[in-house]
């Protein structure tokens, strides 16, 4: 059995990015590294977007349900992509060596 997840119609990959971009901005608020993790985002979102773009020009893989808002070449979700993935890798990161560090603290 298969789950319709398409039930935003256009909108349905911009909610699964904003929906996995606030847990990745809850874990990093967690962590108090919202700030760090913006610099790291900062210089990755170049080579990402070069990566993204050249993936979608040369038919790599195809968006379906999304806005068709393009910026910049690509998809208005992409740049959302773009952001969310380093942000909720490096919101696990962040709270794990948190959490493990405050336990050695402890001990």
């Avoid at 059995?1 to 911009?14: A, K, N, P, Q, W």
């Avoid at 990566?51 to 968006?63: A, C, H, M, P, S």
């Amino acid at each position: 059995m298969r789950v319709d997840i398409t039930v935003l119609g256009r909108y349905t990959y911009l909610a699964t990015i904003v929906f996995w971009g606030a847990i990745a901005g809850a874990l990093l608020q967690r962590a108090g590294a919202l700030r760090r993790a913006a610099k790291t985002v900062l210089v990755l979102y170049p080579v990402a977007y070069v990566w993204d773009w050249y993936t979608l020009e040369v038919g790599v893989f195809d968006i379906v349900e999304r806005t068709g808002i393009e910026v910049a070449g690509i998809p208005l979700e992409e740049h959302c992509f773009i952001v969310v993935v380093p942000s909720l890798v490096l919101g696990f990161h962040e709270t794990l060596h948190d959490v493990s560090e405050a336990q050695a603290d402890a001990e």
